[in-house]
């Protein structure tokens, strides 16, 4: 006797079940937005300076927003006003990293290495991470005014780098040098020399809010006849027409008009 297989009917009908809706994530730490992008760092005892071999891969500052679209930070991590899509929603990259070349000889006693931005637009910013506890988002190499330089242990150190995002790119000039631990002065011709930071830079869709400001010019709205006219000075022989159409601005006839340096004049002409 053959045997049947029965299969259980729930609601009278056999259906597939759907896929499960994918769940936005809350982040606990920084993702480095890619490999790592390492500057190896050397010292050579024989001219006793300082070299980096700086990597040709660029690092490319992405948002949240774009890297991980839905997810959102924790609000009590110390990163989250400045990365979190709800808040500023900087462009960021932690794939910088400095590193001790293994190939180094061992640095003359006393002294530390300190690595030092020297210049750099203002809105890309810098920050010491850590993303365990405690966890830490604090202002480097002259970020919110912060020293400029700091001293660095050789262990492999990967600040977070941030800017507004968009399609500029970006470049910081930095220098490693040696500096005297028992008098706290930079060593004179320890340093490897200007170091190019490069980084590319990713929108993430949003409409960009732009304020203007403009001066107001209104006029009482009974004044059909007239007409608004611009010149240098008040005693001008030539006056001229404003271009700009008038607008209705609380019931009132008004004209905006970009500000400049030069002085202007305007009034209303009556028209014959």
Not at 3 to 8: D, G, R, T
Not at 215 to 230: C, H, N, R
Not at 234 to 239: C, I, L, R, S
Request: net charge negative.
């Amino acid at each position: 006797m053959k045997s049947k297989l029965f299969l259980p009917l729930l609601g009278g009908c056999l259906s597939a079940l759907a896929p499960a809706a994918v769940v936005a994530a809350t982040l606990t730490s920084v993702p480095m937005q890619g490999g790592m992008v390492m500057p190896m760092v050397a010292y050579h005892a024989e001219p006793g300076r300082l070299q980096v071999m700086m990597p040709a891969e660029v690092p490319e500052l992405t948002p949240l927003r774009v890297s991980h679209s839905g997810d959102q930070f924790d609000p009590a991590d110390p990163w989250y006003d400045d990365l979190d899509p709800s808040r500023r929603g900087l462009s960021f990259s932690r794939r910088y990293g400095f590193v001790m070349d293994t190939m180094s000889d061992p640095l003359p006693p006393n002294t530390a290495i300190w690595l030092a931005k020297l210049s750099g637009p203002a809105e890309l910013g810098f920050f010491r991470y850590s993303g365990s506890d405690p966890k830490a988002w604090e202002p480097i190499f002259g970020t919110a005014g912060s020293p400029a330089a700091l001293m660095w242990n050789g262990m492999m150190f990967h600040p977070g780098v941030v800017a507004p995002a968009g399609t500029d790119g970006y470049t910081a000039t930095f220098e490693a040098y040696l500096v005297d631990t028992t008098t706290g002065e930079p060593i004179p011709d320890s340093g490897s020399g200007p170091l190019e930071f490069r980084f590319t830079n990713v929108p993430d869709g949003r409409p960009k809010l732009e304020i203007e400001t403009k001066v107001v010019i209104s006029w009482p709205p009974q004044t059909a006849d007239f007409v608004l006219e611009q010149a240098e000075t008040a005693e001008a022989a030539q006056w001229t027409l404003v271009a700009e159409t008038p607008v209705t601005i609380e019931q009132r006839p008004s004209v905006l008009v970009a500000p400049s340096a030069a002085a202007k004049f305007y009034r209303l002409r009556l028209v014959p």
